[in-house]
C-alpha cells in the first residue's frame, strides 16, 4: 500500500473505511493506546478482505515503520485486551467477540509474515516499544521500554483455559489457536534442536508459564479435541468473501495469500468436505496440533559446572558445554504426563488424594475419539505421547476390554503401510510395542475374537482373535519393509513386538501360524542370499563347537550381522511359543511340521544351533506321535491337528532348553526433538490451514507442488527416529 488514503467519508463504504485503517496501521504516524485508531480499526467488518498485492505491501510497509511507531506491540496489548473483555463479557456479545477476532487475525497475519521474512534479534525488536507518560498512566505498565511477549502469552493462554467453545466464540477460539500456532512457528526458521542461542520468544516465554496457567490451557485443547465441533452454519457468512478457488489459491507455494486478512478458508475447508469424514474439525485439529507443538518442544541448556551458569557456545567453553547438557522443563508436557481421569479420584500409596494442580479429563471420551481419529497422523501422536509419558491413561487402555476400539484402525493402516508415510508408520508399531510390554495386554488381545476383518483382502478372517491379527500385519509390516522400506528400525520394532507378545499367545490362528513360519523362510532366504553375494555362504555349515568362529569373521558384512539377529529373534519367538504356551497353540505345531525343511540347514549354526534343537525336539515327539498311527494312506490337515492336540495334553517339555525371554522395551532417545519436532511442524504446515511461505522454512527441506504444499514423506528428509532398546 501506498501512501495513506484520505479520510473517508462518513457514509462510505466498509471498504473505503478498511482501507484507510489499514493504511493508517502500518503507515509512518504513530498513534498512543488510546487512540480511536483501535476501536474503528477492530470494529472493522469481518467480512472485509484485501488483495494479495495489497496485504504484501502492507506488510512489508508495517515491517519499516514499525520501529518508528510500535503498532505491532500496542496491537497485541489490544488483542489481550479484547480477549479479557470477552472474558468479562455476557455470553454471546457478538460486537466484543468481533472485535477480538480482528485483534487476532491482524495480530496473526503480521506476525507471520515478520517470522518469516527477519531473523533473530530483528525479531524481537519488534515486540519492544516506548510508552508515553499518558500510556503508562492508562495500562499500568512500567515507564520506559516495554517487551510484551510474556503478556501477550499469557493473555492468550488465559483466555484458552478460562473460556468455554460455542458456536458463538468458535472462530475466536480458532484465531487465538491459530495465533499460537504462528507465535511458535520460530522452529520452521531454525534448526532441530533448539540451543541457547535459538530465538524463540514465545516458545521461551511459555515454557516459563505456571501450572495454574499450563494445566487448564492443557485441559481446554484436549476437551477441544474430543468434543471436535464443527464449523458453526452461521459463519457460512464468510464465504461471501471469497472469490474463485480460494482454496487453490492459499496453497499455491510462497502465495501473498497466505496471508489475505480473512477467515473463508476455514469455511471453505469445511463445508466442501462436509460429504465427507464428518469427525472433521478446524478448531479441534489445530488445537492438537498446538498442543502437539508445546509438548514436544525441548530446548538445551549448556551448563558449565564451574560456575553453575549457563555456557556460551564458543572456544574452551563450547566443549565444558557440550559435556553438560540437559533439557530445559516443559511445563506442558509435565501437564500432559500427570494428566488424569475425570472419572476417578486416584489415591497414592498412602491413601492421600492426588494434588489438585493435575489437569482432569473423560478418559472414555478421549479415548473413543482416538478410536475414531486414529486415520489422522496428529491422533497418532497424541496417542503415542500419552501411552508413552501418562502411567494412568497407559493403564486405562490396558484394562479396557474393547482393546479394539484402538487397535483395528492401527492395524489397518498398517495393511496399507505404502499408503502411510514411514512416520506413520514407526509411530504405530512404537505404540503397540509399549503396549506389548504388558503382560496382560498380550493376554487380552488372544481372548478378543474378531468376527470378520473386512479389510483383510489376501485371506478371509473370521472369528480371528486379536491376538493373531496383530501377528499377521506385523509379519506383514516386516515383508513390506524387506521389500520396500529396508529400514533396519522397523524391522526391530516388529520383532521386538512379537517376541513381548510370544509367551502369552494362545490358540494362535492356523493363518497366522504359518506366516510365523514363512517369516523365518524369508529371513533365511535373505540372510543366504547375503553370505552368498559376500562368498561367505559356507557360514551356515559351521559346526556348533565353532561359536567363536562365526563372531571373529570381521569381514561379514554389518547388514549380515543384521539379519543373523532377526533370524535368531524369530527362533526366539517360535522358542517361547513352545515352552511357555504349545498345548494351546496347536496350529504353530501343525506349520513347524509342515515346514520342518527349513530349520535344517541351520541346525548346526553356531548362532542357532540350541534354538533349532529345542524346535526338533516338538518336531521329533510330534512325528513319533504321528507314526504311532496306523494311517495307510495321505494325512488330512484335520487329522494330524486331531493328533497334535490330543498329544500336547501329555507334552511336558521333556528335552527343551529353557532360554531367558526375551523382553523388549522402547525409551525415547536422549533428543527425541531432533524427530518430533520436524515431523509436527511438517503436520502444522500441510494441516492447520495456516499457509506458509515454503520459500522460507529451513526446518526441514520441501519440494513443494501445485497441489500439494509438502511432498515426499518424513523419512526422505533425514530425520532421526525413535529407536528401542532391548533387556534382558
Given at each position: 500500500?501506498?501512501?495513506?488514503?484520505?479520510?473517508?467519508?462518513?457514509?462510505?463504504?466498509?471498504?473505503?473505511?478498511?482501507?484507510?485503517?489499514?493504511?493508517?496501521?502500518?503507515?509512518?504516524?504513530?498513534?498512543?493506546?488510546?487512540?480511536?485508531?483501535?476501536q474503528?480499526?477492530?470494529?472493522l467488518?469481518?467480512?472485509l478482505?484485501?488483495?494479495?498485492?495489497?496485504?504484501?505491501?502492507?506488510?512489508?510497509?508495517?515491517?519499516?515503520?514499525?520501529?518508528?511507531?510500535?503498532?505491532?506491540?500496542?496491537?497485541l496489548?489490544?488483542?489481550?485486551?479484547?480477549?479479557?473483555?470477552?472474558?468479562?463479557?455476557?455470553?454471546?456479545?457478538?460486537?466484543?467477540?468481533?472485535?477480538?477476532?480482528?485483534?487476532?487475525?491482524?495480530?496473526?497475519?503480521?506476525?507471520?509474515?515478520?517470522?518469516?521474512?527477519?531473523?533473530?534479534?530483528?525479531?524481537?525488536?519488534?515486540?519492544?516499544?516506548?510508552?508515553?507518560?499518558?500510556?503508562?498512566?492508562?495500562?499500568?505498565?512500567?515507564?520506559?521500554?516495554?517487551?510484551?511477549?510474556?503478556?501477550?502469552?499469557?493473555?492468550?493462554?488465559?483466555f484458552?483455559?478460562?473460556?468455554?467453545?460455542?458456536?458463538?466464540?468458535?472462530?475466536?477460539?480458532?484465531?487465538?489457536?491459530?495465533?499460537?500456532?504462528?507465535?511458535?512457528?520460530?522452529?520452521?526458521?531454525?534448526?532441530?534442536?533448539?540451543?541457547?542461542?535459538?530465538?524463540h520468544?514465545?516458545?521461551?516465554?511459555?515454557?516459563?508459564?505456571?501450572?495454574?496457567?499450563?494445566?487448564?490451557?492443557?485441559r481446554?485443547?484436549?476437551?477441544?479435541?474430543?468434543?471436535?465441533?464443527?464449523?458453526?452454519?452461521?459463519?457460512?457468512?464468510?464465504?461471501?468473501?471469497?472469490?474463485?478457488?480460494?482454496?487453490?489459491?492459499?496453497?499455491?507455494?510462497?502465495?501473498?495469500?497466505?496471508?489475505?486478512?480473512?477467515?473463508?478458508?476455514?469455511t471453505?475447508?469445511?463445508?466442501?468436505?462436509?460429504?465427507?469424514?464428518?469427525?472433521k474439525?478446524?478448531?479441534?485439529?489445530?488445537?492438537?496440533?498446538?498442543?502437539?507443538?508445546?509438548?514436544?518442544?525441548?530446548?538445551?541448556?549448556?551448563?558449565?559446572?564451574?560456575?553453575?551458569?549457563?555456557?556460551?557456545?564458543?572456544?574452551?567453553?563450547?566443549?565444558?558445554?557440550?559435556?553438560?547438557?540437559?533439557?530445559?522443563?516443559?511445563?506442558?508436557?509435565?501437564?500432559?504426563?500427570i494428566?488424569?481421569?475425570?472419572?476417578?479420584?486416584?489415591v497414592?500409596?498412602?491413601?492421600?488424594?492426588?494434588?489438585?494442580?493435575?489437569?482432569?479429563?473423560?478418559?472414555?471420551?478421549?479415548?473413543?475419539?482416538?478410536?475414531?481419529?486414529?486415520?489422522?497422523?496428529?491422533?497418532?501422536?497424541?496417542?503415542?505421547?500419552?501411552?508413552?509419558?501418562?502411567?494412568?491413561?497407559?493403564?486405562?487402555?490396558?484394562?479396557?476390554?474393547?482393546?479394539?476400539?484402538?487397535?483395528?484402525?492401527?492395524?489397518?493402516?498398517?495393511?496399507?503401510?505404502?499408503?502411510?508415510?514411514?512416520?506413520?508408520?514407526?509411530?504405530?508399531?512404537?505404540?503397540?510395542?509399549?503396549?506389548?510390554?504388558?503382560?496382560?495386554?498380550?493376554?487380552?488381545?488372544?481372548?478378543?475374537?474378531?468376527?470378520?476383518?473386512?479389510?483383510?483382502?489376501?485371506?478371509?478372517?473370521?472369528?480371528?482373535?486379536?491376538?493373531?491379527?496383530?501377528?499377521?500385519?506385523?509379519?506383514?509390516?516386516?515383508?513390506?519393509?524387506?521389500?520396500?522400506?529396508?529400514?533396519?528400525?522397523?524391522?526391530?520394532?516388529?520383532?521386538?513386538?512379537?517376541?513381548?507378545?510370544?509367551?502369552?499367545?494362545?490358540?494362535?490362528?492356523?493363518?497366522?501360524?504359518?506366516r510365523?513360519?514363512?517369516?523365518?523362510?524369508?529371513?533365511?532366504?535373505?540372510?543366504?542370499?547375503?553370505?552368498?553375494?559376500n562368498?561367505?555362504?559356507?557360514?551356515?555349515?559351521?559346526?556348533?563347537?565353532?561359536?567363536?568362529?562365526?563372531?571373529?569373521?570381521?569381514e561379514?558384512?554389518?547388514?549380515?550381522?543384521?539379519?543373523?539377529?532377526?533370524?535368531?529373534?524369530?527362533?526366539?519367538?517360535?522358542?517361547?511359543?513352545?515352552?511357555?504356551?504349545?498345548?494351546?497353540?496347536?496350529?504353530?505345531?501343525?506349520?513347524?511340521?509342515?515346514?520342518?525343511?527349513?530349520?535344517?540347514?541351520?541346525?548346526?549354526?553356531?548362532?542357532?544351533?540350541?534354538?533349532?534343537?529345542?524346535?526338533?525336539?516338538?518336531?521329533?515327539?510330534?512325528?513319533?506321535?504321528?507314526?504311532?498311527?496306523?494311517?495307510?494312506?495321505?494325512?488330512?490337515?484335520?487329522?494330524v491337528?486331531?493328533?497334535?492336540?490330543?498329544?500336547?495334553?501329555?507334552?511336558?517339555?521333556?528335552?527343551?532348553?529353557?532360554?531367558?525371554?526375551?523382553?523388549?522395551?522402547?525409551?525415547?532417545?536422549?533428543?527425541?526433538?531432533?524427530?518430533?519436532?520436524?515431523?509436527?511442524?511438517?503436520?502444522?504446515?500441510?494441516?492447520?490451514?495456516?499457509?506458509?511461505?515454503?520459500?522460507?522454512?529451513?526446518?526441514?527441506s520441501?519440494?513443494?507442488?501445485?497441489?500439494?504444499?509438502?511432498?515426499?514423506?518424513?523419512?526422505?528428509?533425514?530425520?532421526?527416529?525413535?529407536?528401542?532398546?532391548?533387556?534382558?
Amino acid at each position: 500500500m501506498g501512501a495513506v488514503a484520505s479520510t473517508p467519508r462518513g457514509d462510505a463504504p466498509p471498504k473505503e473505511h478498511g482501507d484507510y485503517l489499514l493504511g493508517v496501521l502500518v503507515g509512518e504516524k504513530s498513534f498512543d493506546l488510546s487512540s480511536r485508531l483501535w476501536q474503528r480499526l477492530l470494529g472493522l467488518p469481518l467480512t472485509l478482505h484485501w488483495s494479495e498485492s495489497s496485504v504484501k505491501q502492507a506488510c512489508e510497509s508495517f515491517a519499516q515503520n514499525n520501529r518508528y511507531t510500535g503498532h505491532f506491540g500496542k496491537l497485541l496489548i489490544h488483542l489481550v485486551w479484547s480477549l479479557q473483555e470477552v472474558l468479562a463479557a455476557a455470553p454471546g456479545a457478538k460486537e466484543v467477540i468481533a472485535k477480538a477476532v480482528n485483534a487476532a487475525r491482524f495480530s496473526r497475519v503480521l506476525l507471520k509474515y515478520f517470522i518469516e521474512h527477519l531473523k533473530g534479534d530483528k525479531l524481537i525488536d519488534y515486540f519492544s516499544f516506548y510508552l508515553s507518560d499518558k500510556e503508562v498512566e492508562a495500562t499500568g505498565f512500567a515507564k520506559g521500554e516495554q517487551n510484551i511477549v510474556d503478556f501477550v502469552l499469557h493473555g492468550l493462554l488465559a483466555f484458552i483455559g478460562n473460556s468455554d467453545i460455542n458456536p458463538t466464540t468458535y472462530l475466536l477460539h480458532l484465531e487465538v489457536v491459530n495465533m499460537l500456532l504462528v507465535m511458535m512457528s520460530t522452529q520452521l526458521h531454525a534448526s532441530v534442536s533448539s540451543g541457547p542461542k535459538d530465538v524463540h520468544p514465545f516458545l521461551d516465554a511459555a515454557m516459563m508459564q505456571e501450572s495454574v496457567l499450563v494445566g487448564p490451557c492443557i485441559r481446554k485443547l484436549l476437551l477441544s479435541y474430543i468434543t471436535r465441533l464443527p464449523i458453526p452454519s452461521e459463519a457460512a457468512f464468510y464465504m461471501s468473501a471469497s472469490k474463485g478457488n480460494q482454496r487453490g489459491v492459499l496453497r499455491r507455494v510462497g502465495s501473498a495469500a497466505a496471508s489475505v486478512l480473512l477467515l473463508p478458508y476455514y469455511t471453505y475447508n469445511y463445508l466442501v468436505s462436509s460429504s465427507g469424514d464428518m469427525t472433521k474439525s478446524p478448531l479441534a485439529e489445530n488445537s492438537l496440533l498446538l498442543l502437539l507443538v508445546l509438548v514436544h518442544f525441548r530446548k538445551s541448556v549448556f551448563t558449565d559446572e564451574r560456575t553453575g551458569k549457563n555456557a556460551e557456545m564458543n572456544g574452551e567453553d563450547a566443549a565444558i558445554a557440550l559435556e553438560n547438557l540437559s533439557i530445559h522443563s516443559n511445563p506442558f508436557c509435565q501437564a500432559l504426563e500427570i494428566l488424569r481421569d475425570t472419572e476417578f479420584d486416584l489415591v497414592d500409596v498412602e491413601g492421600n488424594a492426588q494434588g489438585s494442580s493435575c489437569v482432569r479429563v473423560p478418559f472414555a471420551a478421549l479415548y473413543d475419539t482416538l478410536g475414531l481419529c486414529l486415520v489422522d497422523e496428529c491422533s497418532i501422536l497424541l496417542l503415542y505421547s500419552l501411552v508413552h509419558g501418562n502411567s494412568a491413561f497407559l493403564e486405562y487402555v490396558l484394562v479396557r476390554t474393547d482393546l479394539d476400539t484402538l487397535l483395528m484402525p492401527m492395524l489397518e493402516m498398517l495393511y496399507n503401510a505404502s499408503r502411510k508415510t514411514p512416520n506413520q508408520i514407526y509411530m504405530l508399531l512404537i505404540i503397540l510395542l509399549i503396549l506389548s510390554q504388558d503382560s496382560s495386554f498380550n493376554a487380552s488381545v488372544h481372548k478378543l475374537a474378531l468376527p470378520s476383518v473386512s479389510w483383510y483382502k489376501e485371506q478371509l478372517l473370521t472369528r480371528v482373535s486379536l491376538g493373531s491379527l496383530i501377528v499377521v500385519i506385523l509379519i506383514r509390516t516386516v515383508k513390506y519393509n524387506l521389500t520396500k522400506l529396508r529400514d533396519v528400525y522397523l524391522h526391530t520394532n516388529c520383532l521386538a513386538t512379537l517376541a513381548n507378545m510370544a509367551p502369552h499367545v494362545h490358540r494362535l490362528n492356523a493363518y497366522a501360524a504359518q506366516r510365523l513360519v514363512s517369516l523365518f523362510d524369508m529371513l533365511a532366504r535373505k540372510y543366504n542370499k547375503l553370505a552368498d553375494a559376500n562368498g561367505i555362504a559356507k557360514v551356515s555349515s559351521l559346526k556348533a563347537n565353532q561359536v567363536d568362529t562365526i563372531e571373529t569373521v570381521t569381514e561379514m558384512p554389518a547388514e549380515l550381522h543384521i539379519y543373523m539377529d532377526f533370524l535368531r529373534i524369530v527362533l526366539e519367538i517360535i522358542n517361547a511359543i513352545l515352552t511357555y504356551a504349545l498345548p494351546r497353540n496347536p496350529e504353530v505345531v501343525y506349520a513347524l511340521l509342515h515346514r520342518q525343511e527349513l530349520f535344517e540347514p541351520f541346525q548346526d549354526h553356531p548362532r542357532f544351533y540350541e534354538l533349532i534343537e529345542n524346535i526338533r525336539t516338538v518336531l521329533n515327539f510330534f512325528n513319533a506321535r504321528m507314526d504311532d498311527q496306523l494311517n495307510d494312506g495321505e494325512w488330512s490337515v484335520e487329522e494330524v491337528l486331531q493328533v497334535i492336540i490330543a498329544n500336547a495334553r501329555s507334552w511336558r517339555g521333556e528335552g527343551m532348553k529353557i532360554f531367558t525371554q526375551l523382553r523388549f522395551t522402547y525409551e525415547e532417545e536422549l533428543h527425541p526433538e531432533e524427530f518430533f519436532t520436524p515431523y509436527i511442524w511438517q503436520l502444522v504446515v500441510s494441516h492447520s490451514g495456516i499457509n506458509s511461505d515454503l520459500r522460507t522454512i529451513t526446518l526441514f527441506s520441501v519440494q513443494p507442488t501445485e497441489h500439494d504444499p509438502i511432498a515426499g514423506d518424513g523419512n526422505d528428509k533425514g530425520y532421526e527416529v525413535p529407536s528401542t532398546h532391548m533387556e534382558f
